[in-house]
């Protein structure tokens, strides 16, 4: 690098800074996105107005969407969907873990 003339090394340094940039951008990037999706179904819970919902409406959302977010998890290991006890029995556990 040190036979290399001025001009080469500026240049060679300018795109580094760049590179450094742009990584940088995207693991900010991927923090924000992950955080996004991990939004629980309790956050999720607003009305059309925006308000938070509460009482029986937000109770009856929460479990809707812990529901949703467990039917389609609920399959075997030959990838069959799950039916009868089995079903009932999954669902249970993953919408209380959820």
Same mark, same amino acid.
């Given at each position: 690098?040190?036979?290399?003339?001025? %001009?080469?090394?500026?240049?060679?340094?300018?795109?580094?800074? +760049?590179? @450094? =940039?742009?990584?940088?951008?995207? &693991? %900010? $990037?991927?923090?924000? %996105?992950?955080?996004?999706?991990? *939004?629980?179904? !309790?956050?999720?819970? &607003? $009305? @059309? !107005?925006g +308000?938070?919902?509460?009482? *029986?409406?937000?109770?009856?959302? &929460?479990? @809707?969407? /812990?529901s949703?977010?467990?039917?389609? /998890?609920? &399959?075997? =290991? !030959?990838? +069959?969907?799950?039916?009868?006890?089995? /079903?009932?029995?999954?669902?249970?556990?993953?919408? =209380? !873990?959820?």
């Amino acid at each position: 690098m040190r036979d290399m003339p001025p %001009f080469y090394r500026f240049h060679r340094q300018r795109n580094e800074d +760049k590179m @450094k =940039k742009i990584i940088l951008a995207l &693991v %900010f $990037s991927s923090f924000a %996105f992950g955080s996004a999706m991990a *939004a629980s179904c !309790d956050t999720m819970a &607003v $009305s @059309k !107005d925006g +308000k938070a919902l509460s009482g *029986a409406a937000k109770s009856s959302f &929460v479990k @809707k969407c /812990k529901s949703d977010a467990c039917e389609g /998890k609920a &399959v075997s =290991k !030959d990838g +069959k969907p799950l039916s009868g006890a089995a /079903k009932n029995s999954f669902m249970q556990k993953c919408e =209380k !873990d959820a």
